[in-house]
């Protein structure tokens, strides 16, 4: 059983911060990826960014110049740095984590955190 668990949504002006974590628990293998989607009003869900566990990292094209993902590795936490964030920003900012549960596993299982709100409002 794997839980992911965030924290540090709320709610921001426009051109503000947020920091958001994401820490896992339970037992695995490997952690291949973890990072973050969002899904705004009326949206699909979309990659934010995410970090393999290589250390390199993906981004959304239109969000590498104002947000940043880093992991501890050590303890299973993924954080996302958010500056400059616009009203387009507003958003449910899901964790997720791509998991090797068993050496003998066949392939990653796709983990999801319950999701946390970010508002970027005047």
């Known amino acids: 059983q794997v839980q992911l668990v965030e924290s540090g949504g709320g709610l921001v002006h426009p051109g503000g911060s947020l920091k958001l974590s994401c820490a896992a628990s339970g037992t695995w293998f490997e952690i291949k990826s973890m990072g973050w989607y969002r899904q705004g009003p009326g949206k699909e869900r979309e990659l934010v960014a995410t970090?393999?566990?290589?250390?390199?990292?993906k981004y959304a094209d239109s969000l590498s110049d104002r947000f940043a993902v880093t992991r501890d590795f050590a303890q299973n936490t993924v954080y996302l740095q958010m500056n400059g964030l616009e009203p387009e920003d507003t958003a449910v900012y899901y964790c997720?984590?791509?998991?090797?549960?068993?050496?003998?596993?066949?392939?990653?299982?796709?983990?999801w955190g319950q999701g946390t709100q970010v508002t970027v409002s005047s």
């Open positions: 970090m393999f566990s290589t250390g390199n990292a």
């Open positions: 997720h984590a791509d998991i090797v549960p068993t050496y003998y596993s066949p392939g990653t299982y796709y983990y």
